[in-house]
């Protein structure tokens, strides 16, 4: 079945700086999920990526799929104590398969 | 916004006793699912369910599970005989659409196996 793999498991920046999760597969991704989990909290959807090469933003996050539709990336522009938590790649065809998740932690 | 909800938020039970946590899906879902997450781990799939029948499961989904949906509200997942493994949050999700579609998490049940 599909599976993904993400790095890092764990970040921890300054408040300010700029956040990277990437997120990878060895087959081809019919589709990739982003959810994030706040402390505590549920995974919340954050969008999806379905085209091969294609970028979507929103506000400070930008969401990546590669050409080959093999990975993705979530960048976080200017990191505030809100985007704490854990961010989740996933991954769909019969059933959608979650990836370790990269927890991200933000010092004021 | 419609929500998934979840009772009980917590549920605390001994070995071997049978324990059924409860969600209410999002009401024009068609598709609604079990995740487990042990603590500070990957959020796991256990089961979706389609049409009142179960489409898929995963291998942590063995006999002790079941899941039902009693009455075109509730969907509920029960456990027949709890393990100490079987501690984690449960997560109830539901989509409109098929496994491509955006899953809506409730908020879980905290199941503590002691």
């Known amino acids: 079945g599909q599976q993904v793999m993400q790095i890092p498991q764990y970040q921890h920046v300054q408040e300010g700086e700029d956040f990277t999760t990437y997120c990878n597969s060895s087959?081809?991704?019919?589709?990739i999920q982003w959810y994030k989990q706040r402390p505590g909290g549920h995974p919340v959807f954050l969008i999806q990526l379905v085209k091969s090469g294609e970028v979507k933003k929103q506000k400070r996050l930008t969401f990546q799929f590669g050409e080959a539709k093999k990975n993705s990336s979530l960048h976080i522009t200017a990191t505030q104590t809100t985007d704490v938590g854990t961010y989740f790649c996933?991954?769909?065809?019969?059933?959608?398969?979650f990836g370790p998740g990269t927890s991200l932690s933000v010092i004021p | 916004e419609p929500e998934v909800t979840q009772t009980p938020s917590h549920q605390v039970t001994q070995m071997g006793q049978e324990v059924i946590l409860r969600c209410v899906p999002i009401?024009?879902?068609?598709?609604f699912y079990w995740y487990r997450q042990i603590l500070g781990q990957k959020v796991e799939f256990l089961v979706s369910f389609y049409n009142n029948e179960i489409s898929e499961k995963s291998e942590i989904f063995d006999d002790q599970f079941s899941v039902e949906r009693p009455d075109g509200s509730n969907f509920t997942l029960k456990i027949r005989s709890t393990k100490l493994e079987d501690s984690a949050m449960y997560f109830c999700?539901?989509?409109?659409?098929?496994?491509?579609?955006?899953?809506?998490f409730g908020n879980g049940t905290r199941l503590t196996v002691t």
């Open positions: 996933a991954t769909s065809y019969d059933k959608v398969i």
């Open positions: 009401s024009n879902h068609l598709y």
């Open positions: 999700a539901s989509s409109a659409g098929g496994p491509g579609s955006p899953l809506h």
């Open positions: 087959t081809t991704l019919s589709n």
